[in-house]
């Protein structure tokens, strides 16, 4: 026979045993709400952080690990043809698209470069939207080149669907495009790009943290201040968000 006093202990230890395991039950369900199994639902939730860093999302961060979700839309998008100051930069295709305040910016730039004798800039590539990029990614090898080294980004990943980016050459005379780091205008747009806010997205020494080989032509609206003080710290976007979310100001 189990004495009362016994019963009442045995009782109280089956008691706390319950308590603790429904807790540890309420902790894995918390932790699986907050946790989603796959990575890729992980990398779209680190991206809704990212993108919450500035309020215009011009420091969004799109890479092969903070993929645009499928349904992203950017805002503020105009026709380059449409938006331009007349004679201010050249389009390879009258039908581009990019966001507003990115466009007006590399007008600005180019507007002054024709100033000081640069002539022929030209927007090659902007704003992509998910259709337009999956089929370059098919057309390339699954983004891969005969060695099988990745330089197209895959559809999800490419900052182009954010209408930020913008790829550059120059044209000669008889409509060429010229090898835009071998021109005069890429030492220039280097140089001055930063005070109207943007960034070589994906330069030599970066390639190790973006992922990206050198891509000269490719530049990123960030807006002015990030540029400016990305480029005096020589910090490339990864870092540079990177640091704005260890300071806390992602919130
Ligand atoms: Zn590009």
Redesign the pocket.
């Known amino acids: 026979m189990i004495g009362e006093k016994k019963l009442r202990v045995l009782l109280l230890v089956c008691g706390c045993l319950v308590v603790v395991l429904g807790l540890a039950a309420l902790g894995l369900a918390f932790l699986y709400g907050y946790l989603p199994p796959a990575d890729r639902a992980a990398q779209v939730v680190h991206l809704r952080d990212a993108r919450q860093i500035d309020e215009e999302g011009f420091l969004v961060l799109v890479n092969e690990t903070h993929p645009l979700p499928d349904d992203y839309e950017p805002e503020d998008l105009v026709n380059l043809a449409e938006a331009r100051p007349k004679n201010t930069i050249g389009l390879k295709d009258i039908s581009m698209r990019a966001n507003k305040t990115a466009f007006a910016a590399l007008c600005n730039l180019a507007a002054d470069m024709k100033a000081e004798g640069y002539e022929g800039l030209t927007v090659i590539?902007s704003y992509r939207d998910l259709e337009k990029q999956q089929e370059l990614f098919r057309a390339s090898f699954n983004g891969r080149d005969i060695f099988g080294k990745p330089y197209v980004q895959t559809p999800e990943a490419t900052e182009?669907r954010t209408g930020l980016?913008f790829?550059l050459s120059v044209l000669d005379e008889d409509g060429q495009t010229l090898v835009f780091s071998e021109t005069p205008h890429y030492t220039y747009v280097l140089e001055h790009m930063a005070d109207y806010g943007f960034i070589l997205r994906y330069p030599s020494d970066k390639q190790e943290i973006t992922g990206i080989g050198y891509?000269p032509?490719?530049i990123r609206y960030v807006g002015k201040e990030a540029a400016v003080q990305m480029q005096a710290e020589g910090l490339c976007l990864e870092e540079y968000v990177q640091r704005l979310e260890d300071a806390g100001q992602s919130s």
């Open positions: 590539a182009h980016a790829d891509e032509w490719h």
